[in-house]
């Protein structure tokens, strides 16, 4: 039995919203600033998140960012000197 990621249930969500079912495209990682390689290792918790994609995350889907990062190891900040990063 597998757990269902707080990122599948904030898809779920969005999926009843939109009364539909949702399939990534090439516009959703551009909009999210995440590539498919590394949405999937979030999907699967492979990796942890950082704070600058939960908060897409959270906007794309329309659910609180809580509901992103619940049960996940702490966020993680990142160290790079990026627009993204976190000072």
């Known amino acids: 039995m597998s757990q269902i990621t707080p990122i599948e249930l904030a898809m779920r969500k969005y999926e009843e919203r939109i009364c539909g079912k949702f399939r990534p495209d090439r516009r959703f990682y551009l909009k999210v600033g995440i590539n498919q390689k590394r949405f ?4 699967r918790q492979e990796k ?11 906007d794309f889907f329309g ?3 809580a509901d992103i990062v619940k049960n996940e190891s702490p966020i993680a900040t990142g160290n790079s ?4 990063a976190i000072a």
């Open 63 to 65: 659910v609180p960012l």
């Open 81 to 84: 000197v990026g627009p993204n």
């Open 40 to 43: 999937g290792q979030l999907m």
């Open 48 to 58: 942890p998140i950082y704070l600058f994609e939960a908060q897409r995350l959270s």
